[in-house]
C-alpha cells in the first residue's frame, strides 16, 4: 500500500535553515515521482516542489524558488526538502506525496505532515 | 502562479447534491485534462478522490464525479452524506511543469 513519514519539523528564525525528510515504505520508492506541498495554519494546499523519480528534472513553485530544494536518496527510500532563507510565510504543515499509480499528474499517498515554524 | 478559484463554501442537506466549481486559466485547467480532486477532513492529511478530471481511484465512491468545461473544471457529490463534510481542494498540471491548487472549498452538510 504505501506509507510516508514526514520529520524535520520545528521551530527556526527566519533567515534560517531547515532540512525536512520523507521515509517511504511499502513501495518501490524509486520508481515513482514525489512532491513536497505545505499548508499554512487555517489556510489551503500550496504544491511547493516535485522530483521525478529518476532525480533528472526538479520543479519549484515561485514562492520558494532559489530557497528550497528537493532531492532524494533511493538507497534510503527518503526524500529530502533542504529549506534555506527562511521566511515568517513558509510556516506551515508541509506533507510529502507520492505520484499516483493511477495518473503520473496526482498524488494518491501523502504524510501525515510535519509542522514548521519560522518565528523570532 | 495564481491559486485556481473556487467557492470558499458550500453546503447541502443529506441526499442532495452539491457542486464544486474549481476555475483556471488556458495555462491548466484549461489547457490540460490533468485535473485533480482532493478530499481533506480537519486535521487529516487530504485524501485522493478524483484524477484527470472525471475518473475515481478504486475505493473511492461513485457519489464523487468530476467534470470539466473550458478553463473550469467541477466535482459534483450526490447523495450528500454527513461524512462528506469536509475541505475540498482541486488541483491542475499547468504549463511551467508545475501544479497549483484551489484555495478550497469547505463542505457543510446542514
Known amino acids: 500500500q504505501g506509507q510516508l513519514v514526514e520529520s524535520g519539523g520545528g521551530v527556526v528564525q527566519p533567515g534560517g535553515s531547515l532540512r525536512l525528510s520523507c521515509a517511504a515504505s511499502?513501495?518501490?520508492?524509486?520508481?515513482?515521482?514525489m512532491h513536497w506541498v505545505r499548508q499554512a495554519p487555517g489556510k489551503g494546499l500550496e504544491w511547493v516542489a516535485f522530483?521525478?523519480?529518476?532525480?533528472?528534472?526538479?520543479y519549484q513553485a515561485d514562492s520558494v524558488r532559489g530557497r528550497f530544494t528537493i532531492s532524494r536518496d533511493d538507497a534510503k527510500n527518503t526524500l529530502y526538502l533542504q529549506m534555506n532563507s527562511l521566511r515568517v510565510e513558509d510556516t506551515a504543515v508541509y506533507y510529502c506525496?507520492?505520484?499516483?499509480?493511477?495518473?503520473?499528474?496526482?498524488?494518491?499517498?501523502w504524510g501525515q505532515g510535519t509542522l514548521v515554524t519560522v518565528s523570532s | 502562479q495564481s491559486a485556481l478559484t473556487q467557492p470558499a463554501s458550500v453546503s447541502g442537506s443529506p441526499g442532495q447534491s452539491i457542486t464544486i466549481s474549481c476555475t483556471g486559466t488556458?495555462?491548466?485547467?484549461?489547457?490540460?485534462?490533468?485535473v485533480s480532486w482532493y478530499q481533506q477532513h480537519p486535521g487529516k492529511a487530504p485524501k485522493f478522490i478524483i484524477y484527470?478530471?472525471?475518473k475515481r481511484p478504486s475505493g473511492v465512491s461513485n457519489r464523487f464525479s468530476g467534470s470539466k468545461s473550458g478553463n473550469t473544471a467541477s466535482l459534483t457529490i450526490s447523495g450528500l452524506q454527513a461524512e462528506d463534510e469536509a475541505d475540498f481542494y482541486c488541483?491542475?498540471?499547468?504549463?511551467?511543469?508545475?501544479?497549483?491548487f484551489g484555495g478550497g472549498t469547505k463542505l457543510t452538510v446542514l
Open positions: 506525496a507520492r505520484r499516483a499509480d493511477s495518473s503520473a499528474y496526482s498524488s494518491d499517498h
Open positions: 511499502g513501495f518501490s520508492f524509486s520508481t515513482y515521482g
Open positions: 522530483i521525478r523519480n529518476d532525480a533528472t528534472n526538479k
Open positions: 488556458s495555462s491548466d485547467v484549461g489547457g490540460y485534462n490533468f
Open positions: 484527470d478530471v472525471n
Open positions: 488541483s491542475s498540471y499547468t504549463s511551467r511543469s508545475t501544479w497549483v
